[in-house]
């Protein structure tokens, strides 16, 4: 259990250029998520995978941001001409199953500066 | 709606001494429920969990929390807090017609030496 892994950590980019994050789950878990955290805030959701499969996409996530899930496995957060609304921590989890009693494993994060 | 309030934005704790971090949750049915601690530039790490059964459940670092239906709270607390302890926490819930965590806005806890 290698943990889940967030690439990169940190990206500082200009108001208007386009920006992909990837996560990389634990390794047998079906189930992942991405949330964005701000200063002050809890994680809210932004949408979540099941395999390949994306379920559900939160009315936070304009049609800037995309997500994919390709293969099952790793995942990328694309958002498309940021704005610096767009400054936060994105968060990505992973969890065994869909039932809701399993708990998400967090990735430590990529935080996003729009300038 | 589904939510999770933390009424407290911060508790400050002398080390030795017990502390409680409280949380209320609003979702439907029966829920999950769940904290959180994230440390400073680091993802959330899961402390522990309610699931059904024994209303006082144990978890990582001595931290326990207890459910109670009625209040709808489920309060984190420890016997003995640390200074290490110092961190942000937050509560969580999974329940309802929802498919997703939903956690309320932390709690920053500082235990003073």
């Known amino acids: 259990d290698t943990g889940v892994s967030q690439d990169p950590r940190h990206k500082i980019t200009k108001r208007g250029q386009n920006v992909t994050f990837r996560c990389d789950p634990i390794?047998?878990?079906?189930?992942l998520y991405w949330y964005r955290q701000t200063l002050g805030q809890g994680p809210e959701f932004l949408t979540y995978f099941q395999n390949e499969a994306q379920l559900e996409k939160s009315r936070l996530l304009s049609d800037r941001f995309s997500a994919e899930r390709p293969k099952g496995s790793f995942s990328t957060l694309e958002i498309q001409r940021t704005e610096q609304g767009d400054s936060a921590m994105y968060l990505c989890?992973?969890?065994?199953?869909?039932?809701?009693?399993?708990?998400?494993?967090f990735g430590n994060g990529t935080r996003l500066t729009v300038t | 709606a589904q939510s999770v309030a933390q009424p407290e934005d911060q508790v400050n704790v002398a080390e030795g001494n017990p502390l409680t971090v409280k949380c209320t949750y609003s979702?439907?049915?029966?829920?999950?429920l769940f904290w959180y601690v994230q440390y400073p530039n680091r993802g959330l790490q899961f402390l522990l969990k309610y699931i059904t059964g024994d209303n006082l459940v144990k978890g990582s670092y001595g931290f326990e929390a207890e459910f109670n239906k009625s209040q709808t709270s489920f309060h984190l607390k420890k016997p003995s807090a640390l200074v290490s302890d110092s961190a942000l926490y937050f509560c969580a819930a999974y329940g309802g017609a929802t498919n997703k965590l939903i956690f309320g806005t932390g709690t920053l806890l500082a235990v003073q030496p």
């Open positions: 390794s047998e878990h079906n189930r």
């Open positions: 979702v439907s049915g029966n829920p999950y």
């Open positions: 989890a992973s969890s065994p199953t869909g039932q809701g009693n399993s708990p998400l494993h």
